[in-house]
């Protein structure tokens, strides 16, 4: 039983990238997923979370308008396609599931209810 979140880099500011949550030994769908991340230095953020199907989502006000979640329950995978990125959007960005399905407790206060986490990815903007 394994999430791992894949996907992050080095990219400029402006640029894109997209991160992979992927599940191993259980079924990504009977889950809400969230995207947290945290930059060195400061608490962990909520960034985007999305129910058991892709019509509930949620995203942090920093990300609005720039970051899109989705998934792919064929796939057991959740995705963040992040684009317009800046250089504060550096940080480790980690996946979680919720199985509760509580997709709007999305924020650091709220990470507490999501149970299983993967490893982490690095994304890494220049100005």
């Known amino acids: 039983v394994q999430l791992q979140a894949s996907g992050g880099g080095l990219v400029q500011s402006g640029g894109s990238l997209r991160l992979s949550c992927a599940a191993s030994?259980?079924?990504?769908?009977?889950?809400?997923i969230g995207w947290f991340r945290q930059a060195p230095g400061k608490g962990q953020e909520g960034v985007s979370c999305i129910g058991r199907s892709d019509s509930s989502s949620t995203y942090a006000d920093s990300v609005k308008g720039r970051f899109t979640i989705s998934r792919d329950n064929a796939k057991n995978t959740v995705y963040l396609q992040m684009n317009s990125l800046k250089p504060e959007d550096t940080a480790v960005y980690f996946c979680a599931t919720n199985p509760h399905n509580l997709w709007s407790h999305c924020s650091g206060d709220g990470a507490y209810e999501y149970d299983m986490w993967g490893q982490g990815t690095q994304v890494t903007v220049s100005s």
């Open positions: 030994g259980f079924t990504l769908g009977d889950y809400a």
